[in-house]
């Protein structure tokens, strides 16, 4: 019997996440590379929807840790979350963001956020538009 319950086990993944040091931040390049990485798992025959879940809450973990703090309270505030974030810290803004994107019914605003933004990134890059945003 405990020759049987090894073996159902020996089909477990285990993994943990770590903080890494706030000195220490993944570079672009860090970030391109994990994401080809596993979007080639995901290419993979192999894959199911459970492993290309995973590998998407782990580069959406990655993205979101990467923007600064007020970043993440302008993507609360967007959503409507701003109400549920009292004394939250970065790690908690990363964690309810995820959890609101991850939800189906969200898809629609979702999208649209993600629009929204690339808009803002298209006049904060343009020489002549970026005078007139007032957007930090």
């Known amino acids: 019997m ?3 319950n090894q073996k159902e086990n020996e089909h477990n993944i285990f993994f943990s996440f770590e903080e890494k040091d706030n000195n220490q931040c993944l570079t672009e390049e860090e ?3 994990m994401i080809n990485e596993l979007d080639n798992v995901c290419n993979d025959n192999n894959c199911n929807d459970n492993t290309c879940f995973i590998n998407d809450a782990i580069l959406d973990e990655a993205y979101y840790s990467l923007l600064t ?5 302008k993507i609360s505030q967007y959503y409507g979350l701003d109400k549920l974030t009292k004394k939250f ?3 908690d803004y990363v964690e309810l963001i995820i959890g609101f994107e991850s939800i189906h019914d969200n ?19 343009d020489p002549y538009m970026k005078k007139f945003l007032l957007w930090d």
């Open 2 to 4: 405990e020759k049987n």
């Open 89 to 91: 810290k970065k790690s």
């Open 31 to 33: 970030l391109q590379k």
């Open 69 to 73: 703090l007020k970043e993440l309270i």
């Open 107 to 125: 898809y629609d605003i979702v999208e649209r956020r993600i629009r929204f933004w690339a808009y803002m990134n298209e006049l904060k890059n």
